[in-house]
């Protein structure tokens, strides 16, 4: 199989990276100063284990490629609110013998929050989830860390309507002989709605910088209620942080060196947007079909998409001010 990888930031170029060092056939897709960087001086991947320069092909889009391949695998790991672009961007690409991506190519969706695979199902008919637990860092052009260690990230993978099948575990295989922990499992998306309560501290980090805090631990705590109890209400299952935690045990450690989460790095790249919409907005909506309180979670979506759209600096707010922000919103009748 071949990995075209589209969106080659922190996420995706550690998987195409690594999948290159194990021998797989690996394209990186990326766009701007990070491809020309890719293609000038190839992918300079930093993990436990020292630094590497991979010379990998790079494509901005399909046609640079021509023709896909029968065994092409597309793993999409652009963040949540670039989606459609790449899902229809790709999806329309021929490949030989007939069809396009979209009918005959799988797609894995290795990204935050859930919304990514019902894009997806909407137009590729072999869409897989991936749960992505992978510290990683991205914040110059061609350059990207991920010190896990003893193995790099854990990639839980399952077909995204649920289940599991043949070309999951053969994906699965690949990824644990490049240095991950890839479980197949029968119910991906219960494991990354679990992910996301995790990943509603996101805007937080983003907007509050990321350095511990029992403040900022205390309003992701709020968060993750709001987000529980949107959950029930819509009758979602996630995985327990008990399952999370064993999950975890022994397997892969979080780098020792401070640096903020996926959120803060699109503000310190300066994107100009960030995931909170399909995070924190998750649950808003969940809240919303449901009939339960989410406002909490409703401030840091609409902090953080003010720091993105107007380019205020990661952690320019105080977690005192975003913690009154909060009280406020909690304290007016819903």
């Known amino acids: ?126 869409v897989y989830g991936v749960c992505v637990w992978l510290p990683a860092t991205f914040l110059e052009p061609g350059a990207v860390s991920a010190l896990g260690t003893p193995r790099t990230g854990i990639l839980h993978i399952g077909l995204a309507v649920g289940g599991a099948d043949g070309r999951a575990r053969r994906i699965a295989a690949d990824l644990e002989e490049a240095g991950f922990d890839a479980p197949v499992v029968e119910d991906v998306m219960r494991w990354k709605h679990a992910k996301l309560l995790g990943n509603l501290g996101n805007a937080i980090q983003a907007t509050t910088g990321p350095e511990p805090d029992p403040a900022k631990a205390a309003l992701h705590r709020r968060a993750r209620r709001e987000g529980a109890a949107a959950f029930a209400a819509a009758g979602i299952a996630y995985a327990s942080e008990a399952e999370e935690a064993a999950a975890w045990d022994g397997r892969a450690v979080q780098p020792p060196v401070l640096r903020g989460g996926s959120s803060w790095q699109s503000l310190q790249r300066g994107t100009g947007s960030i995931e909170a919409d399909y995070l924190n907005g998750e649950v808003c909506l969940l809240g919303r079909l449901h009939g339960v309180p989410t406002p909490v979670n409703e401030v840091l979506r609409h902090a953080a998409n003010i720091f993105a759209r107007e380019g205020i600096a990661p952690g320019s707010m105080s977690i005192a001010d975003l913690t009154a922000l909060a009280d406020e919103a909690a304290a007016r009748p819903h």
């Open 1 to 126: 199989m071949r990995y075209i990888i589209i969106g080659a930031g922190a996420i995706g170029a550690t998987i195409g990276g690594r999948l290159a060092e194990a021998g797989l056939e690996v394209v990186l897709a990326a766009r701007g100063a990070h491809a020309r960087a890719l293609r000038a001086d190839g992918l300079r991947l930093t993990t436990a284990e020292g630094t590497r320069v991979h010379r990998l092909p790079v494509a901005q889009d399909p046609a640079e490629l021509g023709e896909l391949r029968p065994d092409d695998v597309l793993l999409l790991a652009v963040k949540t609110q670039d989606a459609i672009a790449a899902l229809d961007l790709w999806g329309a690409a021929e490949v030989a013998g007939g069809g396009t991506a979209a009918q005959r190519l799988p797609v894995l969706c290795a990204q935050n929050g859930v919304e990514s695979e019902r894009l997806a199902l909407r137009r590729f008919a072999r």
